[in-house]
């Protein structure tokens, strides 16, 4: 599916790709203009408020190596340099009017807006998720959403049926493949958005395949980058099952 400089125009609706890689490096391979949008859920680094503190801190979930991200505990001015590198290779691989849905929570949605804008998407709306009180965190005002900020190419494409809202409920998996994984109900809203069917769809932090699976199931292509090599194959896996399933 992948080549140097470009993917491959003549695949069929049902393929996908899982890239093992960076999602800097991965994302400058996409041919100009041929993704028709992207689904991105990056580590938050929520944890890490200044850089010097990040650098002296491990994010209190991190459990073993290989179970998170490898760059949660980026500090602030790393982070928004690192999410405008993702942001402007993800404007000039998509199409015109093609959306970008990104998710964080509301200590990092300013600097994620921020890196997105500054690169030439326009912040079209926000959805929040509303966890409907499962996977509530803290012991303060216990956090129980997060948000997805809205980003567009341009003009936007019309959406499909204009009837889209920008509230979703529904708990969080239980005993998921990914630490983060999110509701395949939740991914499917957001791919349902995104025209034509059966364009390419992009998640640059694929995890364990859920964007994918969701993809898969509307009629759209799928290219999912994971830098981490156990949840390549479970993502991968996870595509096979979906589509002889």
Same mark, same amino acid.
């Given at each position: *599916?992948?080549? #140097?400089?470009?993917? $491959?125009?003549?695949? !069929? ?7 093992? =890689? ?20 990056p580590p938050y ?6 850089? +010097? ?8 979930? $991190? &459990? ?10 980026m500090g602030s ?5 690192? *999410?405008?590198q993702i942001a402007?290779?993800?404007?000039? +691989? ?6 970008? @849905?990104?998710? %964080?929570?509301? &200590? ?9 804008? /500054?690169?030439?998407? %326009?912040? &079209?709306?926000?959805? $929040? ?6 996977? !509530? *965190? ?13 980003? $567009?190419?341009?003009?936007? #494409? ?30 499917? @809203?957001?791919? /349902? /958005?995104?025209?034509?069917? =059966? ?6 932090? !694929?995890?364990? =395949?859920?964007?994918?699976? !969701?993809?898969? &199931?509307?009629?759209? #292509? ?11 194959? +479970?993502? #991968?896996?996870? *595509? ?6």
């Amino acid at each position: *599916m992948m080549r #140097r400089g470009g993917i $491959v125009d003549n695949i !069929a609706p049902e393929d996908f790709a899982i890239i093992h =890689g960076d999602a800097i490096e991965v994302l400058e391979t996409i041919y100009p203009g041929s993704v028709a949008g992207f689904i991105a859920d990056p580590p938050y680094c929520s944890g890490g408020r200044q850089q +010097a503190g990040a650098r002296n801190t491990i994010s209190k979930n $991190v &459990r073993r190596d290989e179970d998170w991200f490898l760059g949660d505990q980026m500090g602030s001015d790393t982070y928004i340099w690192w *999410m405008r590198q993702i942001a402007k290779r993800c404007l000039v +691989a998509c199409q015109p009017g093609g959306y970008a @849905y990104c998710f %964080t929570d509301w &200590r990092q949605y300013s600097t994620v807006t921020a890196a997105w804008e /500054s690169s030439g998407w %326009t912040l &079209r709306g926000v959805v $929040v998720w509303d966890k409907d009180r499962g996977g !509530a *965190m803290g012991s303060f005002w216990r956090n129980n959403h997060e948000w997805i900020a809205v980003f $567009v190419k341009g003009k936007p #494409r019309p959406l499909p049926n204009h009837s889209f809202f920008n509230t979703w409920r529904g708990a969080k998996p239980q005993g998921g493949f990914h630490p983060t994984e999110k509701p395949i109900g939740l991914i499917e @809203y957001l791919v /349902s /958005s995104i025209t034509p069917v =059966g364009g390419l769809i992009v998640d640059p932090f !694929a995890g364990s =395949g859920v964007t994918g699976i !969701a993809a898969l &199931r509307q009629g759209f #292509r799928f290219l999912g980058i994971e830098l981490n090599p156990g949840y390549v194959s +479970a993502a #991968r896996q996870r *595509m096979l099952d979906e589509v002889t399933r």
